[in-house]
């Protein structure tokens, strides 16, 4: 099992920025991808950005050029760098692994809320 513990969430004036942490412990070899989502009140879950081990890199449309996924394997911790943030971007992150197909299949963390204001 693949713990996470996600940091960096909070309350941010529209058009500022944050960067989300998440670091995993546990059974890291089970990791096959590193990645992020998002779930607003009402709506469903969306993923943000993803990253596989090789590098890959995956964005859902909206974020159009505003976010940046990074990761450091050698912390097994995946970042999310969110600028030019939008009130739409108000969600609670949650930050999430794929796993090799050995190891049972998605980890999630518990997430961490962000709040964008105007």
């Known amino acids: 099992q693949v713990r996470l513990v996600e940091s960096g969430g909070g309350l941010v004036q529209a058009g500022g920025s944050l960067r989300l942490s998440c670091a995993a412990s546990?059974?890291?070899?089970?990791?096959?991808?590193m990645a992020w989502s998002r779930q607003a009140p009402g709506k469903e879950r969306e993923l943000v950005a993803r990253?596989?081990?090789?590098?890959?890199?995956l964005y859902g449309d909206f974020v159009r050029g505003r976010f940046t996924i990074s990761r450091d394997n050698t912390k097994n911790t995946v970042y999310l760098q969110m600028n030019n943030l939008k009130p739409e971007d108000s969600a609670v992150y949650y930050c999430?692994?794929?796993?090799?197909?050995?190891?049972?299949?998605?980890?999630w963390g518990q997430g961490t809320k962000v709040t964008v204001y105007s």
């Open positions: 546990g059974d890291t070899a089970c990791i096959s991808a």
């Open positions: 990253m596989s081990n090789a590098g890959t890199t």
């Open positions: 999430y692994t794929d796993s090799v197909t050995y190891c049972t299949g998605q980890n």
